[in-house]
């Protein structure tokens, strides 16, 4: 469903480097009308909170955009509210490339139908830059929860209907429509229990207040590998290079169900088409770092590649898809 371009890292050379003759200059010689550009700090507004997936991978961007462009490109964080806090800082700032947006699907392309306060357009209210990577969550839980398969969770939640409890990041958002298509899926019923963000609810699953939750791979990797928690499936349509032993949801006994987020990188709509392929090929350039390629295979976060123009069909499948199923699930937010 999705037609954005994804790799893996036998064939991300050759397709990055192609990806790069296409658009017509190597990333190193790139430079927008403004040959200054950037001639000042740039803001990251990330959408995503501290130590979380979209934070970790932000920040190794901005990194090499400093190193890259010889200017500080500082990532500040704006989590909450299914991304529209961090959206909201975005959408009035100057469209110069000193203000761009690291946010996330499904939140970034629901967040006008379920945050009625903060009013825009995924589409037209944004210029689109490029992905920076993707993810599936792990089903996790508290290893008080006596369960070690999905199979055994989900014959537990049937037995105890609403007293087992799953936490998520915000309504509508990367946690909670994977934990809604798994109880619909199963026909469980689970007690949900949200939260600001992923890193805010990580604790209390850690100390046992919740039974469970979706967690994406810079938290949960490391609590599974410490055995703070028990990984029992993976969301995605393939099992995650960083725990190869964790089922997929499908393989556990429900086939087809597949859910992923993906990070991307915007700029204010009228954003110049010089800036927005600068920075597209120099994100295809650090992509093909070899320490960034580590830290992406290290992590188990997926790298994704794609113009301007795969994202924007990106975003507007997004739109379709996952809120078609907020509708159907009636999903909604006070806000």
Do not use: W
């Amino acid at each position: 469903m999705r037609r954005y371009i994804s790799m893996k890292r036998s064939r991300l050379f050759c397709v990055l480097s192609a990806a790069i003759v296409i658009l017509g200059i190597g990333p190193s010689t790139a430079r927008p009308a403004d040959a200054n550009y950037p001639k000042k700090p740039v803001r990251i507004i990330c959408a995503g909170a501290a130590g979380s997936s979209a934070d970790v991978r932000t920040r190794v961007l901005a990194d090499r955009l400093s190193a890259r462009l010889g200017q500080n490109f500082i990532v500040e964080n704006r989590p909450g509210a299914g991304t529209t806090l961090a959206t909201a800082v975005v959408l009035p700032a100057k469209a110069d490339g000193y203000t761009l947006l690291s946010t996330f699907t499904p939140n970034f392309a629901l967040g006008p139908m379920l945050y009625k306060s903060i009013p825009y357009d995924p589409v037209t209210s944004f210029t689109p830059i490029t992905f920076i990577s993707r993810g599936s969550p792990f089903l996790i839980v508290h290893p008080s929860v006596p369960v070690k398969t999905l199979k055994e969770f989900v014959a537990l939640a049937k037995a105890k209907p609403g007293e087992l409890s799953i936490a998520h990041g915000g309504v509508g958002g990367t946690n909670h429509l994977p934990a809604e298509l798994l109880m619909r899926a199963a026909g469980i019923q689970l007690l949900e229990v949200p939260y600001k963000s992923e890193s805010v609810a990580l604790p209390d699953l850690l100390g046992g207040q919740v039974s469970a939750m979706f967690g994406y791979v810079s938290m949960s990797v490391p609590q599974i590998k410490g055995g703070k928690v028990r990984a029992l499936a993976v969301a995605g349509a393939h099992r995650n290079a960083a725990l190869p032993d964790v089922p997929t949801i499908a393989e556990s006994g429900y086939p087809g169900f597949q859910f992923s987020a993906t990070l991307m990188l915007l700029g204010p709509a009228g954003l110049s088409k010089d800036i927005v392929m600068l920075l597209n090929r120099e994100v295809a350039a650090i992509l093909r770092e070899p320490e960034v390629l580590v830290s992406y295979e290290s992590s188990g976060a997926e790298l994704v590649f794609g113009t301007p123009q795969e994202v924007a069909t990106m975003i507007k499948q997004e739109m379709e898809i996952n809120g078609a199923l907020v509708k159907n699930l009636g999903i909604s937010t006070e806000q």
